[in-house]
């Protein structure tokens, strides 16, 4: 089954750049979609498609997808941009969604 | 506004059964197909199941294959997870997410309800 591989966690200073990426293989063939959740709260999508983001997310957040590696950048970091944020995308044919394991956002 | 709303989370011993429910509105439920997705306490994301939005197709995860039945009635926009003999790693937040193409994102979500296998 596909794997997809999250560092489990990045810390970013205010007002830095943060940027989260999510390996897999060819996963540049893919869909990935980024998902952000914080403590107590279900998971919101930030990211789809690679790069779109859904109306109310800021221009802040943005995504990339190439080869082997998709890339969540989050710009201009703020307090209130700290959580857990997941890449998944679907395996195949089989309608099986596959997440990464998470990564823990720290805003120093 | 759209709203995914689950229930059914409850505490059962081991090798007992549960049904969740999602009751979904604000947006066109026959159009989307659903998926169940479980975070167990202090860990990540795990899909669980999917249905296609005439539910001719379902998926399910080899963790819950043979255990878990996924199913939805278009007509009362609800989804449901039959859950049998549950075990102690079935413990975890179960969410109920829609997906409105192909290959396409979880939009919408759920809270979430909780289920907690213990004897």
């Known amino acids: 089954s596909y794997v997809l591989t999250l560092p489990p966690s990045v810390s970013v200073a205010p007002g830095k750049t943060a940027r989260i990426t999510c390996g897999g293989n060819?996963?540049?063939?893919?869909?990935v979609h980024w998902y952000q959740q914080k403590p107590g709260q279900a998971p919101v999508l930030v990211v789809y498609d690679n790069s779109d983001r859904p109306s109310g997310i800021p221009e802040r957040f943005s995504g990339s997808n190439s080869g082997n590696t998709a890339t969540l950048t989050i710009s201009r970091v703020e307090a209130g941009d700290e959580a857990d944020y997941y890449c998944q995308v679907w395996d195949g044919n089989i309608d099986h969604a596959v997440f990464g394991g998470g990564t823990r956002l720290t805003v120093l | 506004e759209v709203q995914l709303v689950e229930s059914g989370g409850a505490l059962v011993k081991p090798g007992g059964s549960l049904r969740l429910s999602c009751a979904a509105s604000g947006f066109s439920f026959s159009s989307y197909s659903m998926n169940w997705v479980r975070q167990a306490p202090g860990k990540g994301l795990e899909w669980v199941s999917f249905?296609?939005?005439?539910?001719?197709?379902?998926y399910y995860a080899d963790s819950v294959k043979g255990r878990f039945t996924i199913s939805r009635d278009n007509a009362k926009n609800s989804l449901y997870l039959q859950m049998n003999s549950l075990r102690a790693e079935d413990t975890a937040v179960y969410y109920c997410?829609?997906?409105?193409?192909?290959?396409?994102?979880?939009?919408?979500w759920g809270q979430g309800t909780l289920v907690t296998v213990s004897s």
């Open positions: 249905i296609s939005s005439g539910s001719s197709y379902m």
């Open positions: 997410a829609a997906r409105g193409s192909r290959y396409g994102p979880l939009g919408h």
């Open positions: 060819n996963i540049g063939s893919k869909s």
